[in-house]
C-alpha cells in the first residue's frame, strides 16, 4: 500500500503536516499577543513626538507602525488558511492534485512561508506541498503567476513597498485623536505633498558657472613674453631682450596693457620694442625664430663632433 502512496503523491503530508501547522497556529497566536503590546508602545511614542512638536520624528516612526500592524495582519489572515488546511488534511491525502477549495489557503501558505522569519514550521509546510504537488507548483504560487490563488491581501500586507503618504498621514491623524493630541498637521501635509528629487539625474536648472578676478584676470591677460637667446634677425643682444621681459611684466598684471613709461622709452630704443612686441604676438615670427635656434644648435654640434674627430686623428698620427 506505501508504494502505491508514493506512486500517486498520497500519503505525504500525515502526521508531520498536521503537527507542522498545529505548531504554526500556537506560534502566530503568541506573536500576535507580543505585537499588540509593541504597537501600544510605539503609538504612544508617536503621540509624545506629535505633542512636543517633533513632527520629523514622529513621520519616520509611523512606517514602523504601519509595517508591524501589516504582518499582524498577515498573521491573522494565516491563522485562519492554517486552522482550514488542518481540518482538511485528510482530504489532501486523498486527492492527487490540489482541491480547488483549499487551493487559496494552500498558495497563500506557500508564498508567506519564505517571508515570515517568525514561522519557521510554516516552511516546514511548505516543503511538504512541494513533496506532494512539486516544483513547479510551488514556483508558480511563490512567483505570484497569473494561475495561482495566493490571497491578495497577504500579497499586500507582506509587501516591502514603502506605504503612501495619504495611509501615512491617516494613521498619524489616528493616533493624535486617540491620545488628545492638539496637533496642527499641515506642516505633515505640505512635507507629504513634495515631490522627491531626482538624485540620480541631478537638478534640471544648472547654473552658469561665474569666473573669479584672478580667473578672468588670467584669461584677458596676454601670454608672458618668453626669455630667449636670439631675436628675429639673430643678432639681439641677451641682456636688451631681458629687459624688454623685465619693462613689460607690470603690464601683464592688469587686464589691458599699460603703454611704456618715458623712462622705459630712453632705454630702449623704439626699434627693438616693435620687433620685440611683434614677435611675442606673432606666432609665425615665434616658429621661425625656434627653427633659426634649432639650426645653430645643430650647426654647432657637428662642429663639436668634427672637432672631436680631428683630435682624435691628430692624437692617432702623433702615436
Known sequence: MSLLNQLFNRGLLGQK?????????????????????????????????????????????VEHVIRERNIWDAYEILEMFCEFVLARVPIL???????????????????????????????HVRNLFAAKYGKEFIAAASELRPDTSVNRTIIEKLSVSAPSAEVKMNILKEIAREYNVNWNSSKTEAEFSKKPEDLLNGPKHIAAPTLSVSQSSAVHSPPILEHSNTS????????????????????????????????????????????????????????????????RASAAARAAAELVNFNFSSEARAS
Open 93 to 123: 491525502e486523498s486527492q492527487r492534485e490540489c482541491p480547488s477549495e483549499l487551493r487559496e489557503a494552500v498558495a497563500s501558505i506557500i508564498f508567506a512561508a519564505p517571508r515570515c522569519s517568525d514561522l519557521p514550521d510554516l516552511v
Open 232 to 295: 628675429l634677425n639673430g643678432q639681439q643682444g641677451h641682456s636688451n631682450q631681458s629687459a624688454v621681459a623685465v619693462n613689460n611684466i607690470p603690464r601683464l598684471a592688469t587686464n589691458k596693457p599699460k603703454p611704456p613709461s618715458l623712462k622705459d622709452q630712453s632705454v630702449e630704443p623704439k626699434t627693438e620694442s616693435k620687433e620685440t612686441r611683434s614677435q611675442s604676438s606673432d606666432p609665425l615670427e615665434k616658429a621661425r625664430a625656434a627653427i633659426a635656434a634649432a639650426e
Open 17 to 61: 503536516c498536521k503537527t507542522c501547522l498545529t505548531l504554526t497556529i500556537s506560534r502566530i497566536k503568541l506573536l500576535q499577543n507580543k505585537r499588540d503590546g509593541q504597537l501600544k508602545i510605539m503609538r504612544k511614542e508617536i503621540a509624545q513626538f506629535l505633542q512636543a512638536g517633533q513632527e520629523s520624528i514622529a513621520r519616520i516612526r
